[in-house]
């Protein structure tokens, strides 16, 4: 060996334990459909009893926010497409009726029936 090697902790080159380790997940997916607000502890929780897993708040109210701005952007759309079709229909049973008027004038001036769908 040369002194210019320098030797890692853990002597013999191999690597130390790592210090740090994650805690195994529960199987499968929660989207925290239900959440359990601790007020002693100040803490979120998922209520799902499969899950429990503990929820970052700041996280939670943004996801929270995020929703209701888009339920409300849809409320607004929804609302504005639901005015424009009953403005249409509107105006199409106008139109209905005054069609339907001109038809009873026709059948009046002829003195018989006129023919409104076309057929023979
Ligand atoms: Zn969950």
């Given amino acids: 060996m040369t002194d210019n090697?320098?030797?890692?902790?853990?002597g013999n080159g191999e690597l130390?334990?790592?210090?740090?380790?994650?805690?195994?997940?529960?199987?499968g997916f929660c989207q925290h459909d239900q959440v359990m607000v601790d007020e002693h502890e100040r803490t979120l929780y998922c209520a799902n009893p499969k899950c429990g897993a503990a929820l970052?708040?700041?996280?939670f109210i943004r996801g929270q926010a995020?929703?209701?701005a888009m339920?409300?952007?849809?409320?607004?759309?929804?609302?504005?497409?639901?005015?424009?079709?009953?403005?249409?229909?509107s105006v199409l049973k106008?139109?209905?009726?005054?069609?339907?008027?001109?038809?009873?004038?026709?059948?009046e001036?002829?003195?018989g029936l006129v023919n409104t769908r076309g057929q023979v």
């Fill in 5 to 10: 090697v320098i030797t890692l902790p853990g």
């Fill in 16 to 27: 130390p334990d790592n210090p740090l380790r994650l805690a195994a997940r529960p199987a």
């Fill in 56 to 59: 970052d708040p700041f996280n």
């Fill in 66 to 68: 995020k929703t209701l």
């Fill in 71 to 89: 339920a409300w952007e849809r409320y607004r759309f929804v609302t504005a497409e639901a005015r424009d079709v009953a403005e249409r229909v």
């Fill in 94 to 107: 106008k139109e209905e009726a005054r069609l339907r008027a001109q038809v009873k004038r026709l059948q």
């Fill in 109 to 111: 001036k002829s003195g």
